[in-house]
């Protein structure tokens, strides 16, 4: 089966969470957005679909970066490109290890996206709503 072909018998079963393009509509405002995955391209340009205007850019760890896993080296790769200290990055992920450690790992600041809310903590957040509340913006 043809790589194009699976990805379209998939397509129809990815959802975007009700909050997320009002929340990036806000944060576009104020903040440059990156999109960073482990995902491969192909995947990540179906998932954003009607949202990739909201980006500066989009980065597939593996497809850019030969990297299987989002690594302290990976952010510190896509820094450098976006020509941004860690220190000016927040990420914000939904993986506790890849997301999160190896971000603050990487020197960045970092905020877990725990949808199932297992984990709890000043940096955890149930949807991206909390986000905008954490970093000053408006909902």
């Keep these: 089966m043809e790589k194009e072909h699976l990805l379209e018998l998939y397509e129809d079963e990815i959802e975007v969470y009700p909050e997320v393009e009002e929340v990036l509509a806000i944060l576009s405002q104020s903040y440059e957005l990156v999109v960073t995955s482990n995902a491969a391209r192909d995947f990540i340009d179906i998932e954003l679909d009607g949202l990739e205007g ?11 970066f030969r990297e299987v896993k989002k690594s302290p ?4 790769a896509i820094c450098a490109q976006l020509d941004a200290r860690p220190i000016e990055v927040l990420h914000i992920g939904d993986h506790y290890r890849y997301d999160y450690e190896s971000a603050l790992d990487a020197g960045l600041d970092a905020l ?9 903590g000043p940096e955890v957040i149930g949807d991206l709503r909390e986000a905008v509340e954490l970093i000053g913006g408006c909902m």
């Design 54 to 64: 909201y980006f500066r850019e989009v980065f597939s760890a593996t497809s850019d």
């Design 112 to 120: 877990f996206l725990d949808r199932k809310g297992e984990r709890q």
């Design 73 to 76: 080296l990976l952010y510190g």
